[in-house]
């Protein structure tokens, strides 16, 4: 069997993610301005929310990197 790339699983959950994270990101925005007078979510909750967002896009290439380090420290040892 040949190997798959991976790569139509990569795009879906790309995909999801974004969505989530714009969801999350607006949400927040809009808890931030406005204040707490027509949605529920008070405005103390929205900046998390944009942080949330945001840090699901920034972790894992952070996380991704610090893999890759160890990997390639990992090959000069040997």
């Known amino acids: 069997?040949?190997?798959?790339?991976?790569l139509t699983s990569t795009v879906i959950v790309s995909v999801l993610?974004?969505?989530?994270?714009?969801?999350?990101?607006?949400t927040g925005i809009?808890?931030?301005?406005d204040q707490g007078r027509t949605v529920v979510?008070?405005?103390?909750?929205?900046?998390p929310m944009i942080l949330l967002g945001l840090a699901v896009w920034i972790v894992p290439p952070l996380f991704w990197l610090r893999v890759v380090?160890?990997?390639?420290?990992?090959l000069g040892r040997r």
Do not use: F, N, P, Q
């Not at 993610?17 to 607006?26: D, I, Y």
């Not at 979510?41 to 900046?47: K, L, N, R, Y």
């Open 69 to 74: 380090e160890d990997d390639e420290a990992d």
């Open 41 to 47: 979510v008070g405005s103390a909750a929205g900046i």
């Open 1 to 6: 069997m040949e190997k798959r790339s991976g």
């Open 30 to 33: 809009y808890a931030v301005a």
């Open 17 to 26: 993610t974004l969505c989530c994270s714009t969801v999350c990101c607006a």
